[in-house]
């Protein structure tokens, strides 16, 4: 050590926009998973993987459901000093061929249709790269919607113009308003839509979007964010609606419905020439060779019906959230709607046949008691645009639900029990989770 002293002064070095950035945040930055946790908070798939193993958890090479595949699930771990396939050609395909169902156009998907990135975000920050510049242009999002919009516009040094859901009309997209926006202002080059909504978990009305995509004048790309599509109704996803729209981009990822969350693989379907630049300034190795044989894994036709089988549990308890969580005291309405396997839930200041109103210190204390005292984790939503005292809750397993009625039941009790005592105590509990819950 010379003792010399460095002129380096981060704040004065670093891009304002990122030293004033907010990350994101999930729950576990409050709660880690120490493997006793019951996690409601990340809507991950409760019931695993979408892939079929054999008895020693292995992938299995045999029938499953009467269907049986020639092709398992390989890594080939001698192969790993070799980059990895810069195109996913075949991955591309299967994707293709999952979503190419002909609803609503004849016209079929390609893999030049196709970007595939470290999931869905990867494609939220290329597609920002592609179209914005940095200190000029702008997006335009739909709160409450997922976080991560803001976040990568930040990044990215653009501003946000925001035209909230109609918070009246069960969070639905407001298309005359949106058009208003993109009239008044050309520097907006991107609308992101969220559908099924997070943390609404509502269907955006088909009739709704196309309008923002008929915009006479407008010159710019349309994003619809489909993560949770595969718990919605069939026939729900836009994917083939690129074939007809050259400005639309429609974002899939295997984290949700697929159980996949771990190997972070997210699609982006749209236009070839908007493809070919998202494919030309990605990293050239962005995915890695066990992810891609994962993902090619989980789009046969065994492991598509174990990844249904799943979907069809996940249903079934989120119809069971719906019909139990309204008998516990506390419980108020859910906002938006029930098209993913997620619910979005207000939590009041006293039963609602007393006049409970929603409450977003009710809804932390909650929030705040599950985690810390029963170990069921939940997300605190209440300071987003039309979710006051709202805690977003995702479907868990029969036995996850059973934990979560039992656990929510008490809490609420012991709150509502206690509400005109200790009423100071049990805000001081929460304000510092208040203080830090920033993003979805």
């Known amino acids: 050590m010379t003792g010399f002293k460095s002129p380096f002064d981060l704040s004065k070095c670093a891009r304002p926009n990122i030293l004033a950035l907010e990350p994101y945040r999930c729950a576990r930055d409050d709660y880690k998973d120490d493997g006793t946790n019951i996690l409601l908070d990340a809507n991950e798939n409760a019931y695993g993987p979408g892939l079929a193993f054999n ?6 090479n045999g029938p499953v459901n009467g269907h049986v595949d020639h092709k398992a699930a390989e890594v080939d771990l001698l192969g790993l000093n070799r980059y990895p396939d810069p195109h996913q050609t075949e991955l591309k395909q299967l994707l293709c061929n999952l979503r190419n169902t002909n609803h609503d156009t004849p016209k079929k998907i390609q893999p030049e249709n196709l970007f595939v990135g470290v999931g869905s975000d990867e494609a939220i920050d290329a597609l920002l790269r ?27 040094d653009l501003e946000v113009v925001k035209v ?11 298309p005359d308003a949106i058009n208003v926006s ?51 109704p069939d026939g729900s996803s836009l994917a083939e609606w690129v074939t007809e729209w050259p400005n639309l981009v429609v974002m899939q990822t295997l984290s949700k419905a697929f159980g996949l969350a771990g190997i972070r693989l997210g699609a982006a379907y749209t236009s070839p020439p908007i493809a070919r630049l998202l494919n030309s300034l990605k990293a050239p190795y962005n995915i890695s060779s066990p992810t891609s ?3 090619c894994a989980a789009l046969q036709p065994k492991n598509l019906a174990v990844m249904k089988s799943n979907r069809e549990k996940i249903l079934m308890q989120r119809d069971r959230m719906v019909e ?32 409970g109103r929603p409450s977003n210190e009710t809804a932390l204390v909650v929030y705040v008691r599950l ?11 209440g300071k987003e645009v039309g979710c006051l005292g709202c805690l977003r809750i995702t479907v868990g397993t029969e036995e996850e639900v059973n934990t979560l009625l039992d656990k929510m039941q008490l809490v609420l009790a012991d709150i509502l029990d206690n509400r005109d005592r200790g009423r100071g105590s049990q805000m001081e509990d929460a304000k510092e989770h208040e ?5 979805a």
């Open 324 to 355: 139990e969580l309204p008998k516990i005291p506390g419980v108020g309405r859910f906002l938006g709607g029930a098209d993913s396997n997620f619910l979005l839930v207000e939590i009041l200041d006293k039963p609602r046949d007393e006049g």
């Open 130 to 156: 592609c179209f914005c510049t940095p200190g000029r242009d702008k997006i335009l999002t739909c709160p409450p919607t997922y976080g991560m919009y803001a976040v990568s516009a930040q990044v990215n």
């Open 182 to 232: 993109l009239s008044s202002d050309p520097s907006i080059k991107i609308v992101y839509v969220c559908s099924p909504g997070n943390p609404t978990a509502n269907m955006i009305s088909k009739f709704d979007l196309q309008q923002v995509l008929e915009h006479p004048t407008w010159n710019g790309v349309v994003v619809l964010d489909e993560a949770y599509i595969d718990f919605a």
């Open 293 to 295: 044989a994962l993902a």
């Open 55 to 60: 008895g020693n958890g292995k992938l299995s």
């Open 164 to 174: 909230p859901l109609d918070t009246k009309k069960a969070f639905k997209l407001r």
């Open 371 to 381: 985690a810390e005292t029963k170990g069921v984790v939940v997300r605190f939503r």
């Open 435 to 439: 203080a830090n819950d920033v993003i």
